[in-house]
């Protein structure tokens, strides 16, 4: 979808759209609509997006549907939809355009089973999954790292075929979690400056991807994800007090750049590597 041009008088129109691959293609669109409307069209994959201004108005399956902010929208596959904003202020959205594979491998890791759900409702009004859905929207904007990505993809559309469509998860067995959990964390301290993927994780503690993210956080306390980041941000301390500069810390470790390192640093010390370098700097 393409939003339309600015027009004198009104506020701004805006569209930012990018791309995932990572499971399956999926299409981020952030959008800011004044006077523009969409003519009926439908999807080749899913539409779940998230309100964060106004009301949008459209026409699904027979019904007139009323849309506000917090409010996920799910849109199934191939169905006809139009979308328009109510009164003259438009609305605001965050949505995802969803190859049915990513949502299939996702309901595969909870369910067992090779099954693309359906979601009854176009409207919901459920805070916690527009919570986690506007978060998997800006991690995929921003995150350079496979690992967290393909675990917010995972996460994210498990949890919401789960609150949100009749497939349910299986009872996992914890028999192996322990020892699996081990060969993850073993994974992390060895490979921390590289940009592995969840798939590599899981596969090397031999669990389901979402069996995976689930168990880790239970017994360690942190996402996968998380913990890298605390083992690059504790090797990062190593190197800032043997007088690395920072950019050679932020290549050496696998950030991205020194902005990256910076933020991370910040996010886990609460201060910045600067800062923390010229506090264990000698005094003359």
Partial sequence: MQG????????????KVWHSNELGQIECLRANYVTHSFARHTHDGFAIGVIERGIELFNYRG???????????????????????????????????????????????????ASIPFFKEAVVDDRISSGKLLGLHRTLENSSSLLERESSILATFAE??????????????????????????TYIEENYTENFSLTELASFAHLSRFHLIRVFKKHIGLSPHAYLEQ?????????????????????????????????????????????????FRPSS
């Avoid at 949505?95 to 491998?105: G, H, S």
């Avoid at 075929?161 to 081990?182: H, K, W």
């Fill in 4 to 15: 339309t041009k600015n027009q004198p008088g009104i506020r701004k129109e805006e569209t």
């Fill in 63 to 113: 019904k007139k549907n009323r849309a506000g902010n917090g409010q996920v929208i799910l849109i199934n596959p191939g169905e006809v939809h139009d979308g328009q904003g109510e009164g003259t202020d438009g609305w605001a959205f965050s949505i995802f355009y969803v190859d049915p594979k990513v949502l299939k491998r996702a309901a595969m890791e909870i369910t067992g089973k």
């Fill in 160 to 185: 919401l075929i789960s609150r949100q469509s009749s497939l349910r998860p299986m009872s996992a067995s914890t028999d192996r979690e322990p020892r699996a959990i081990l060969r993850a964390k």
């Fill in 231 to 279: 083992i690059r941000i504790n090797r990062a301390k190593d190197l800032l007090k043997s007088g690395s500069p920072i950019a050679d810390a932020a290549y050496e470790l696998g950030f991205v750049d020194q902005s990256h390192l910076t933020k991370t640093f910040k996010k886990f010390a609460g201060t910045t590597p600067g800062q923390y370098e010229k506090d």
